[in-house]
């Protein structure tokens, strides 16, 4: 796609204009693969406009990459319902949840876990990301109150198990070209290999369905 400029942008939304040019970018081209200059020329600026709200390039990946975890958050706490109608079908709502974010917002979803930005380093995006991975948590501690607390698995281990395991399906089966390559919907394979995850450590009975 030829680095076509933006007629114009709202006056005073410059910062908001190069966060959406930016994810555009990173779908097209990935994470690394476009300077701040074609970023500004995609806002449909001047190659020094950016410099009055980033430093650099990757200054604005980490607003994209913020924003993005403020959404994720915000839609695994809406499919969660605070564990509603039961510990399992919340919990399965935040796995859907996982993949449709992911489809929806491709750009978000790069500069959030394809990008390399520092999540550690960043105070707000460590904390839209302990946001939304703390619902998963939830969800998980959630599924383990009916066994014996010393037989319990760590909350967070489960959670951390199930994010990559989504992960993996959206990489290989949600987004670009992979995603046609599969028999099975992506929501069938975590769906499935989210039961036999959870069945195998006692968290569900095995006639559940």
Do not use: C
């Amino acid at each position: 796609m030829a680095d076509t400029p933006r007629k114009a942008y709202h006056h005073g939304n410059l910062r908001q204009a190069l966060v959406e040019a930016t994810l555009e970018l990173v779908v097209e081209k990935g994470p690394l693969g476009f300077t701040l200059a074609e970023a500004a020329r995609r806002a449909g600026v001047s190659a020094a406009a950016p410099y009055r709200h980033f430093k650099g390039r990757e200054e604005l990946i980490e607003e994209a990459a913020l924003q993005g975890f403020e959404m994720f958050a915000d839609l695994m706490e809406h499919a969660y319902k605070d564990g509603q109608p039961s510990a399992l079908s919340a919990f399965s709502a935040t796995g859907r949840a996982y993949l449709a974010f992911a489809r929806k917002n491709p750009g978000h979803y790069i500069t959030m876990f394809e990008s390399g930005v520092s999540i550690a380093g960043n105070s707000a995006l460590k904390a839209a990301s302990d946001r939304a991975f703390g619902v998963l948590t939830r969800a998980a501690d959630a599924l383990s109150q009916h066994m014996p607390p010393d037989r319990r698995p760590p909350p967070s281990m489960v959670s951390h198990h199930i994010w990559a395991l989504s992960h993996g399906v959206v990489e290989l089966f949600a987004r670009g070209d992979p995603g046609t390559k599969s028999p099975y919907s992506a929501e069938d394979l975590l769906e499935s290999g989210t039961g036999i995850y959870l069945r195998g450590l006692g968290l569900i009975p095995p006639d559940t369905d």
